[in-house]
């Protein structure tokens, strides 16, 4: 893995160390530092390696096994120890700077916030460990827009003083050259406001040098020739080049210090060719004295920017969506590759919970979460899980996961056998095997939430004759739902595409039953062949309506009660008797198909990246398809045809009140030579006013009005592209009386394209590159033996409808179940004396204990050492009493929205300061040393606050800061945590060695 | 400038100084030596840097100036101490290895004898002085073909124990390949025979790695992926592929030795990518242990096949022409950019007497002949005088021949100021200044030769008033010959196109009179008004013959006449009295248009390398055009416009018995779309039997019979361009009475395509590019203004008829003449009192002595600390009685040359030994010491010879090898230099210091 971006700085060792040779050799001095009265073009020298994009990380790396910022890590561990001295020697000396330092440049759309953290946690230790420095600067150059998680969470949080990066609408940037408000203050979250600021500075022009200053081997930018010996004498043309350029880049900047990006994409494979040229450069520069020129790095360019006292533009809410011209809106990647973005947030989950059980048996050298980790470090760069990589790379990253994958898996089974402790548990799904023979299997269900919780699971089973009970051999209740045979032969089709074979056996039924699991601990279930006829689980009923008949059906079990118009096959009525929500919903599928600019002027076409659409297409459900209502005690399910290659499961279960949507999407056609994007929307009453909320990053939500933009008048050329935002977590919007909520299970993109209605797009299947250097089409094809077909996707959204004020309790708390879905393990045991045998329920914490229900422990691991890594989120936000997100334009009508947020913070019960002890999420352990650190862990808290620059800015406060609230510094004795909303804080916790009991 | 070809072993500085790290970190082991019972592989890491060809010399060195290998003299004088001692370090312990060592790797075709010797000689200077060191090995791996010159006079001669190369003819390679002899004994020289044999190899396939093992920077080659810990380990696959190139190259090669050329052009910009898998593959390779890798260089190579003792084909005469597939004959640029060629082949002669003269004078620091030498030196190179550049380095190598000629006429002007010492004399034309205010014109005129020279000279003048003085005052025989329009013009455009201005006075006349000039010396004469009327020179009588006109003209002033038929406007008659020749030549010009095969299956089109042509057209000269005859005492001369862009003069000159030609061609008309190649040819009754003999870079002839190849069974596919051989010194053919000759004054292609004739190709003008890499039309044209028209040049070829027997005299000796063209100087004068005050004569050797007709000082420079480089060559060569070049095929009938071969060498007066006097060349100082040394100057003869490797040959001696002779070593009382034929021998001389008189 690489450590993806590290300053360069070596002008001191290129000129130092060296004999004043004859007169034709030259020294160049390169040993300027500030000059506080002129111009100051700070040099920095870098290179931008992506973990993966074009080749795949390992081929990037030994393949172009050259020079030192590439793929650091990879890089370090094959190095001698004379070389590592070298470059511990650079580094101690600032020629060699590591910035962000994460284990990759992470995407800001398309990523978890919980993995974004662990990725930049792994790399920062790295770094530590290896060289004992802790990055200061936040450098995310490349990513394709940016969140305001990554400003205040990865940023501030981290103890970056700043933050660079390179990509924000042409039109935000065109206004900022203008006012010179390329570099702000950004605050990215409501609830942290000050607490949580950063410097953070777009560059003028992505991350490359001005234009005629590239010097990468073979690059065309001419030479300094400074041999009055040989042709071409150029000095001073090129020493007036530089100079208006700098002038140029001061004209839109603040203060008298620019910053010049020295490097681009995969460069300084041979660093000589750059450092000849700035070492001449910076020489005759100087020589000149018109500006100042100067080897810097972005420490040196933060300390500079600081030191001039300057006040500087306040930036909230976040640089979504990015077009890098007209037409050219970025939006497209919020949902490449669904797949693949699936794949990773269910190893994100499963990583945060096999960390815990890994925790729980104690660390093994030989076999851990390390390569999964590893490899969904990997994932999060913004060529991976952005779905923008060649289609081998995203092979190379899904494998990796694999890999990782199978290694946890073992670990899991093998700590959830030892807390059993119930020998050859297994994870692999092992349900399916017939139980006639006299065995029963047992289903272990493990939760990595901190509190308890009760759900519906279901689990395929071969035959109908079955009975579960539960761990203290109580037989609960549970429903059979026939397995329809479009899973069927979807499930043949990718055991067949993935493993090669055809399954030798075929469950009939989903058995469905309700579960209860401590927190950060598990239950059994026991499920085995019915002994008396009758007594077995219960089976749905089913009955198929066909579109000609005109009926309605109604489905749910308790609250919620759905009614579906059977003769237009879809729902109409949502009505929850508890809430008195009820709403007329319809949901339909469409899609836009794929511009084709390749003829244009300007080409751009629609592709991995950008979301160009060159018309909507609604999907009416085909003529005589017949929907499928299944019912029972616990789950009732409406399937719905809704074309050839579009299936749609509506799911309501016993004890909840949201629906949950299954959709099946694929192979998307494309037989009329055109690209298709296939988007669901629900469209409800709701008066949204052009207003909804989309998560950043999984975490804070951010307003979003449609053709708008809160730091300048946009300019609209892409009606729908153009107001598309990622989803992580979900989207809502609200009017007076109700909210309406969609929760997604990975990264998509979505919008509001019209009052009412939420649009997610799930699937995009192209065929033209979208020329931004991927020099692929998004043609996602999977082939068995040689019969090759468009990916089918398969994915869940989950939406719910609530009053006014009460949708973020479900947001928030489910949205955190979504993220870390119940883990189960199978083992088979003969007869029934198992339970005797071993421990049927755990859990981690205290039993007397739950975590509230406004916090998760979003990580909990065991460090090198028995140390152990805690992490605890408040999962709520407090948005301020003054606080106005955006400057609403006077043609919006103000609503009622305003005023109510004038009240109190996202939640009413659980936006506020809450408490975790210690002593009882680790009850068998002593604990000796509670130390909060960083974010990323590689410093102390307090630390990193009196280190902290502190930036001023102009303007009036828009917000209090006297109402942020921070949780106190935890009392060594009580061990308790507060937690104000929205804060993440981070422990590492030491125990007493050998306690009297573990476990 | 720079030494082109230096070998790089890094080896041991890559892993030495190592400390044993941790276990990721690899020490490969790379300090293999041979192992003699396996198959050696030597890795030979070299890059092949153009001094000029995309790009200017200059701008490939300062665009990239990021590797020792790189224009070694240019880097080299840029270092530090501490960098050149760490270079000196390298020198000394073999792993970087100065080869071939010139300042560039120049051609073999287009190149003259004494170019290369002099730039071999520049380069060998710089590597002896800075490192001491002694190039033992040839390497001419990209030239178009290679000569038998370069492979014993620049090899062997110069110390050379072996010579590789990589282009030749695509079935010669196949044949020699299936016969295991890509690697001979080439024995080059008739003459000199085993003496100056070289080991002499072609590469498999030029000089590239095995296909897979391309290393640098963004190559396509897998590296060695030896990381279990990443995907993708492939170090058995790699190991079987290397095994696998080196087995099959084996199979081709004698011994067990191969060497891979681990390069190509420009690598090496980053050497770490080549030598990081290079010490891979050597390291896994050997512990595999089916072949034995290890880092080599040529030299390491040559000794090991020489310790196999095995015994070598041997090959005589050359590799010309090369062609690299069938129809891709690189004879093109035998002609490609006359203009270019004719300037080398000047500043060549000029050289060479500038440097007589800056020894006379005595040696300047500030003024000297070194910037036209290093221009020299560059222009050899081989994509320089070759004409295969783009047009802008065409452009610089012509500028930086301007640059050099500027400052050497400088040293020339005052030098001959300062021999005479007549002030102010003027190298510039400065004739066509008018007479009339008294002043008289005194034209200085030096002879480089050793032999005394009678000549008529020709000088522009505005008045017909002239009259010519001798320099004892004696009223010499002069004549005036009207400058016809066609001169006219093309001098006011070129005065215009090069100066950018008009020139002020147009001369009307050539004065033409017939001068003696001493050996390496000069004489002056006195142009000044005729003060009687009827006593000024005398002018031509001019008449004008139209093509209707039938009638016969008859020019010649002595032993040669030539009849013109002017109703053909063609040359009928060749009558010599004195030696009865008598013959009927025509002379005829035509065109090959350029093969366009862009839609060709193997695209093949016409183009600065290869000659292709579609059809031949013979140009008919046009009707109603007149001819023009001038006849006078001294010179007659017939004018004919062939046709609108062809204008021809045939002169006959007083005194001299051979037929000189001057020709205007240009602009070539490309309005029809199609390139051409203008061509002349000369058509006797000559009865050649296929059969011609062209120089080898103006040295050795070799014979050639058309549509045949002594080594191979040649299969025809290009009958014109596949027979066009390099010419530089001349043609001829013969048969059983007379013999055909035609000199040139540049390098040309040419042939004898039907017996009896000769064809010279004089011009190229091309729309297509040959798709050899210059990417460019070979369309030279020339702007005035903004009016562009194509090149127009201007050039000169001699024929003569002679005897069997007889033709080699004029060949070699009037030969040298053209190669050293006698050299004027003016002066203005008041009065006529001159003669008193200046020496009106002056020979730089004994005034008594001359050097034998066989011999020509081809150097004479004054050495940094007064010593002096003297070269002897003589001119002649020696057949040998048994000498037998080729083996005739049966089909041809053996003719009388076989037996005439078999009496005596070229002449039969002058192919003999002959004596230099050392005291009498040096009349005026006392030479101290006389040292014998190599070609290139850089070693004592004796110690070279010490040295040498005797090679061991398969087969009977084709030669009586006791026949070689060799001058004997200079006895240092008798100081008389021994000539054996075609030996060149190499003195520094040093001299007492201050003898009593100089000059």
Same mark, same amino acid.
């Given at each position: 893995?690489?450590?993806?971006?590290?300053?360069?700085?070596?002008?001191?060792?290129?000129?130092?160390?060296?004999?004043?040779?004859?007169?034709?050799?030259?020294?160049?001095?390169?040993?300027?530092?500030?000059?506080?009265?002129?111009?100051?073009?700070?040099?920095?020298?870098?290179?931008?390696?992506?973990?993966?994009?074009?080749?795949?990380?390992?081929?990037?790396?030994?393949?172009?096994?050259?020079?030192?910022?590439?793929?650091?890590?990879?890089?370090?561990?094959?190095?001698?120890?004379?070389?590592?001295?070298?470059?511990?020697?650079?580094?101690?000396?600032?020629?060699?700077?590591?910035?962000?330092?994460?284990?990759?440049?992470?995407?800001?759309?398309?990523?978890?916030?919980?993995?974004?953290?662990?990725?930049?946690?792994?790399?920062?230790?790295?770094?530590?460990?290896?060289?004992?420095?802790?990055?200061?600067?936040?450098?995310?150059?490349?990513?394709?827009?940016?969140?305001?998680?990554?400003?205040?969470?990865?940023?501030?949080?981290?103890?970056?003083?700043?933050?660079?990066?390179?990509?924000?609408?042409?039109?935000?940037?065109?206004?900022?050259?203008?006012?010179?408000?390329?570099?702000?203050?950004?605050?990215?979250?409501?609830?942290?406001?000050?607490?949580? %600021?950063?410097?953070?500075?777009?560059?003028?022009?992505?991350?490359?040098?001005?234009?005629?200053?590239?010097?990468?081997?073979?690059?065309?930018?001419?030479?300094?020739?400074?041999?009055?010996?040989?042709?071409?004498?150029?000095?001073?043309?090129?020493?007036?080049?530089?100079?208006?350029?700098?002038?140029?880049?001061?004209?839109?900047?603040?203060?008298?210090?620019?910053?010049?990006?020295?490097?681009?994409?995969?460069?300084? %494979?041979?660093?000589?060719?750059?450092?000849?040229?700035?070492?001449?450069?910076?020489?005759?520069?100087?020589?000149?004295?018109?500006?100042?020129?100067?080897?810097?790095?972005?420490?040196?360019?933060?300390?500079?920017?600081?030191?001039?006292?300057?006040?500087?533009?306040?930036?909230?809410?976040?640089?979504?969506?990015?077009?890098?011209? @007209?037409?050219?809106?970025?939006?497209?990647?919020?949902?490449?590759?669904?797949?693949?973005?699936?794949?990773?947030?269910?190893?994100?989950?499963?990583?945060?919970?096999?960390?815990?059980?890994?925790?729980?048996?104690?660390?093994?050298?030989?076999?851990?979460?390390?390569?999964?980790?590893?490899?969904?470090?990997?994932?999060?760069?913004?060529?991976?899980?952005?779905?923008?990589?060649?289609?081998?790379?995203?092979?190379?990253?899904?494998?990796?996961?694999?890999?990782?994958?199978?290694?946890?898996?073992?670990?899991?089974?093998?700590?959830?056998?030892?807390?059993?402790?119930?020998?050859?548990?297994?994870?692999?799904?092992?349900?399916?095997?017939?139980?006639?023979?006299?065995?029963?299997?047992?289903?272990?269900?493990?939760?990595?939430?901190?509190?308890?919780?009760?759900?519906?699971?279901?689990?395929?089973?071969?035959?109908?004759?079955?009975?579960?009970?539960?761990?203290?051999?109580?037989?609960?209740?549970?429903?059979?739902?026939?397995?329809?045979?479009?899973?069927?032969?979807?499930?043949?089709?990718?055991?067949?595409?993935?493993?090669?074979?055809?399954?030798?056996?075929?469950?009939?039924?989903?058995?469905?039953?309700?579960?209860?699991?401590?927190?950060?601990?598990?239950?059994?279930?026991?499920?085995?062949?019915?002994?008396?006829?009758?007594?077995? +689980?219960?089976?749905?009923?089913?009955?198929?309506?066909?579109?000609?008949?005109?009926?309605?059906?109604?489905?749910?079990?308790?609250?919620?009660?759905?009614?579906?118009?059977?003769?237009?096959?879809?729902?109409?009525?949502?009505?929850?008797?508890?809430?008195?929500?009820?709403?007329?919903?319809?949901?339909?599928?469409?899609?836009?198909?794929?511009?084709?600019?390749?003829?244009?002027?300007?080409?751009?076409?629609?592709?991995?990246?950008?979301?160009?659409?060159?018309?909507?297409?609604?999907?009416?459900?085909?003529?005589?398809?017949?929907?499928?209502?299944?019912?029972?005690?616990?789950?009732?399910?409406?399937?719905?045809?809704?074309?050839?290659?579009?299936?749609?499961?509506?799911?309501?279960?016993?004890?909840?009140?949201?629906?949950?949507?299954?959709?099946?999407?694929?192979?998307?056609?494309?037989?009329?030579?055109?690209?298709?994007?296939?988007?669901?929307?629900?469209?409800?009453?709701?008066?949204?006013?052009?207003?909804?909320?989309?998560?950043?990053?999984?975490?804070?939500?951010?307003?979003?009005?449609?053709?708008?933009?809160?730091?300048?008048?946009?300019?609209?050329?892409?009606?729908?592209?153009?107001?598309?935002?990622?989803?992580?977590?979900?989207?809502?919007?609200?009017?007076?009386?109700?909210?309406?909520?969609?929760?997604?299970?990975?990264?998509?993109?979505?919008?509001?394209?019209?009052?009412?209605?939420?649009?997610?797009?799930?699937?995009?299947?192209?065929?033209?590159?979208?020329?931004?250097?991927?020099?692929?089409?998004?043609? @996602?094809?999977?082939?068995?033996?040689?019969?090759?077909?468009?990916?089918?996707?398969?994915?869940?959204?989950?939406?719910?409808?609530?009053?006014?004020?009460?949708?973020?309790?479900?947001?928030?708390?489910?949205?955190?179940?979504?993220?870390?879905?119940?883990?189960?393990?199978?083992?088979?045991?003969?007869?029934?004396?198992?339970?005797?045998?071993?421990?049927?329920?755990?859990?981690?914490?205290?039993?007397?204990?739950?975590?509230?229900?406004?916090?998760?422990?979003?990580?909990?691991? @065991?460090?090198?050492?028995?140390?152990?890594?805690?992490?605890?989120?408040?999962?709520?936000?407090?948005?301020?009493?003054?606080?106005?997100?955006?400057?609403?334009?006077?043609?919006?009508?103000?609503?009622?929205?305003?005023?109510?947020?004038?009240?109190?913070?996202?939640?009413?019960?659980?936006?506020?300061?809450?408490?975790?002890?210690?002593?009882?999420?680790?009850?068998?352990?002593?604990?000796?040393?509670?130390?909060?650190?960083?974010? +990323?862990?590689?410093?102390?808290?307090?630390?990193?606050?009196?280190?902290?620059?502190?930036?001023?800015?102009?303007?009036?406060?828009?917000?209090?800061?006297?109402?942020?609230?921070?949780?106190?510094?935890?009392?060594?004795?009580?061990?308790?945590? @507060?937690?104000?909303?929205?804060?993440?804080?981070?422990?590492?916790?030491?125990?007493?060695?050998?306690?009297?009991?573990?476990?």
């Amino acid at each position: 893995m690489g450590n993806e971006a590290v300053m360069l700085l070596w002008a001191v060792v290129m000129t130092a160390g060296i004999l004043a040779g004859e007169s034709k050799y030259m020294v160049y001095n390169t040993s300027q530092g500030i000059v506080p009265d002129k111009l100051n073009v700070h040099l920095v020298a870098h290179t931008h390696d992506d973990v993966g994009w074009l080749k795949t990380v390992d081929q990037y790396y030994v393949g172009s096994n050259n020079s030192i910022q590439a793929f650091f890590q990879r890089w370090w561990r094959d190095q001698s120890e004379a070389m590592k001295l070298v470059v511990k020697k650079l580094v101690n000396s600032g020629q060699l700077e590591f910035i962000n330092g994460g284990m990759c440049m992470h995407d800001e759309a398309a990523t978890h916030y919980i993995d974004m953290i662990d990725q930049t946690t792994l790399g920062h230790h790295f770094i530590k460990e290896e060289f004992n420095v802790t990055p200061r600067i936040g450098w995310q150059i490349d990513p394709f827009g940016h969140s305001a998680v990554q400003a205040y969470l990865l940023g501030a949080e981290v103890g970056f003083d700043s933050f660079f990066y390179g990509r924000i609408d042409y039109q935000d940037r065109a206004k900022r050259k203008s006012e010179k408000s390329l570099e702000v203050v950004w605050r990215g979250s409501k609830s942290l406001g000050s607490s949580s %600021q950063i410097f953070a500075g777009a560059s003028p022009e992505n991350y490359e040098p001005p234009s005629g200053f590239y010097f990468e081997v073979n690059d065309a930018s001419p030479v300094v020739q400074d041999d009055p010996e040989l042709f071409d004498y150029n000095v001073q043309e090129r020493v007036n080049d530089f100079v208006a350029a700098a002038v140029a880049q001061a004209n839109i900047t603040r203060t008298n210090h620019i910053m010049w990006t020295m490097g681009t994409d995969f460069k300084y %494979q041979y660093a000589h060719t750059w450092f000849r040229q700035l070492d001449k450069l910076i020489h005759y520069v100087n020589l000149d004295g018109r500006v100042n020129a100067l080897y810097s790095t972005p420490s040196l360019y933060t300390d500079a920017k600081y030191a001039t006292d300057q006040s500087w533009p306040i930036k909230t809410d976040d640089f979504f969506p990015y077009a890098d011209r @007209e037409n050219a809106y970025w939006t497209g990647y919020f949902t490449s590759r669904p797949a693949l973005k699936r794949y990773v947030r269910v190893m994100s989950g499963y990583y945060l919970a096999a960390r815990q059980l890994e925790f729980f048996k104690g660390r093994s050298k030989s076999t851990n979460t390390d390569s999964l980790g590893d490899a969904l470090a990997i994932a999060q760069h913004h060529d991976a899980v952005t779905g923008t990589e060649k289609q081998h790379v995203a092979n190379d990253y899904a494998k990796r996961l694999s890999i990782g994958y199978k290694e946890a898996e073992i670990l899991v089974s093998s700590s959830l056998a030892c807390l059993c402790p119930l020998l050859n548990v297994s994870y692999c799904p092992a349900s399916e095997a017939q139980l006639s023979q006299g065995k029963n299997l047992i289903v272990v269900i493990y939760n990595s939430l901190g509190w308890k919780r009760a759900e519906i699971i279901r689990i395929p089973v071969v035959s109908g004759d079955v009975i579960v009970h539960d761990s203290e051999g109580k037989e609960i209740e549970s429903q059979l739902l026939p397995l329809v045979d479009t899973y069927v032969s979807l499930r043949n089709y990718h055991v067949k595409a993935y493993l090669g074979q055809t399954p030798v056996q075929t469950p009939k039924y989903w058995l469905a039953f309700a579960v209860s699991v401590p927190p950060l601990g598990f239950s059994s279930y026991i499920i085995s062949n019915a002994k008396r006829p009758g007594s077995s +689980s219960t089976r749905s009923s089913v009955h198929t309506f066909h579109t000609s008949e005109s009926s309605a059906v109604e489905v749910g079990h308790g609250n919620l009660k759905l009614t579906f118009s059977m003769d237009h096959g879809k729902l109409t009525e949502y009505v929850n008797s508890r809430s008195l929500v009820e709403e007329t919903v319809k949901q339909s599928y469409g899609f836009y198909t794929g511009y084709n600019g390749t003829n244009d002027k300007l080409p751009q076409n629609a592709g991995a990246y950008i979301f160009r659409p060159n018309g909507t297409f609604l999907i009416k459900p085909e003529e005589e398809v017949s929907s499928t209502i299944m019912r029972g005690p616990i789950i009732d399910e409406v399937h719905q045809r809704i074309n050839s290659w579009i299936y749609q499961v509506t799911r309501l279960q016993k004890g909840k009140e949201h629906v949950e949507v299954e959709y099946i999407v694929g192979p998307v056609p494309i037989e009329d030579g055109t690209g298709k994007e296939v988007v669901t929307q629900i469209t409800t009453n709701v008066d949204s006013n052009k207003t909804f909320y989309t998560d950043s990053n999984g975490r804070d939500f951010i307003e979003r009005i449609r053709d708008y933009r809160a730091d300048w008048d946009l300019k609209v050329n892409q009606p729908v592209a153009g107001n598309y935002y990622p989803i992580n977590l979900g989207i809502y919007m609200q009017d007076a009386k109700k909210e309406f909520s969609v929760l997604v299970d990975r990264s998509v993109g979505g919008s509001s394209i019209v009052d009412g209605q939420i649009e997610l797009m799930l699937h995009r299947r192209l065929l033209l590159d979208d020329s931004r250097g991927v020099a692929e089409a998004l043609n @996602e094809t999977v082939c068995v033996v040689n019969d090759c077909k468009g990916l089918i996707i398969q994915g869940k959204l989950y939406y719910k409808i609530d009053p006014r004020g009460e949708g973020s309790k479900w947001r928030r708390s489910f949205g955190q179940e979504i993220y870390s879905p119940l883990l189960f393990a199978f083992s088979e045991q003969e007869g029934d004396n198992w339970i005797n045998s071993h421990r049927p329920t755990f859990s981690g914490i205290d039993s007397s204990y739950s975590l509230p229900d406004n916090v998760a422990i979003i990580t909990l691991q @065991e460090l090198v050492g028995g140390k152990v890594l805690l992490r605890l989120a408040h999962l709520y936000e407090h948005l301020g009493s003054t606080d106005v997100l955006v400057q609403r334009p006077e043609s919006l009508t103000v609503n009622g929205l305003f005023n109510i947020r004038l009240v109190i913070g996202e939640d009413k019960d659980l936006s506020v300061l809450t408490n975790v002890e210690l002593k009882k999420v680790f009850p068998r352990k002593k604990i000796s040393k509670v130390a909060e650190v960083s974010l +990323s862990a590689n410093q102390e808290r307090s630390e990193m606050e009196r280190k902290r620059l502190v930036w001023k800015v102009e303007g009036p406060s828009k917000r209090n800061d006297a109402e942020i609230r921070r949780g106190r510094p935890v009392d060594p004795t009580a061990l308790t945590v @507060e937690l104000a909303p929205m804060e993440i804080r981070t422990f590492v916790i030491q125990f007493v060695s050998n306690p009297a009991s573990s476990i």
